[in-house]
């Protein structure tokens, strides 16, 4: 069997400006790179970069803090006004250790409701992108449009795991190719049957860009992946990247111990 390849393309642009036109500035590097779009080929965006050409900066200053977010910013050493923020994005907050809170946002356990002070402008935050599935489709319909040709799109941030140091890739939105891939109809190599196992390909992919982007001062907030074994469609099930708290082995032991 012949072995599979990808390929992983950072591609660095200009600064992303609110208000700019994102898929432009990402095709228009790509072409100065002489990095080739072709079908298939799935092109991972950084959240940050899309949140900011939405324009989603807040100015802390222009933020009062409730009371709760005073209690909540003196207990986990947060400015209050970054607190505040947090809990109006977050859909729930659990509680926290020092200057990060986990909060629920998205059906997407996250540090801070993904209100990040990183590559923001100074005493400035970052919100997370605006529907970032509609948005990732927005995009595969722009580059269609421009270039003809058919790929995937994933808006990417940054995630960290239970009991794990240090940050991975995540999927806040996907368009072009089915995101999950249920693995419970094959056998393993004894032969023995598969019964809860789906492979997220659309995380993996993002792990994958995420390590390519960077952290901090790359300016790299694009990838291009080729050779991806992904199935590709117009209408991908983004849902089926969720699953319920109850059936969620993290969050089934959290909320059933909460109960007692």
């Known amino acids: ?41 799935i092109l991972a965006i950084a959240s940050k970069a899309v949140a900011i050409a939405q324009g989603r900066i807040v100015d802390l200053s222009r933020i ?58 100074r005493n400035s935050v970052v919100l997370w992108p605006e529907n970032p599935h509609l948005t990732a489709e927005q995009i595969r319909t722009e580059i269609l449009e421009k270039t003809g040709k058919r790929v995937g799109v994933l808006i990417v941030d940054s995630r960290i795991t239970p009991l794990r140091m240090g940050t991975v890739g995540i999927t806040l939105g996907v368009a072009g190719f089915e995101p999950v891939r249920d693995c419970r109809s094959n056998k393993d190599i004894y032969g023995k049957s598969v019964f809860i196992t789906r492979h997220c390909l659309a995380d993996d992919l993002s792990s994958a860009a995420h390590m390519v982007m960077g952290e901090t001062g790359e300016r790299t907030p694009a990838v291009l992946i080729k050779g991806a074994s992904v199935k590709m469609t117009e209408s991908p099930d983004a849902d089926a990247l969720n699953i319920p708290m109850e059936e969620c082995l993290y969050m089934g032991v959290l909320v059933s111990r909460s109960r007692r």
């Open 64 to 121: 009062k803090p409730s009371a709760k977010a005073k209690t909540l910013g003196k207990k986990f050493d947060l400015q209050p006004e970054y607190a505040e923020l947090i809990i109006r994005e977050a859909e729930r907050v659990y509680g926290g250790v020092s200057k990060a809170l986990l909060t629920l946002k998205n059906h997407i356990l996250t540090p801070n409701s993904g209100v990040d002070r990183k590559n923001a402008p």
């Open 1 to 41: 069997m012949e072995q599979q390849k990808m390929h992983i393309i950072g591609i660095h642009t200009p600064p992303i400006e609110p208000g700019g036109d994102i898929t432009a500035v990402i095709l228009n590097a790509a072409r100065d790179q002489r990095v080739d779009i072709e079908d298939g080929d």
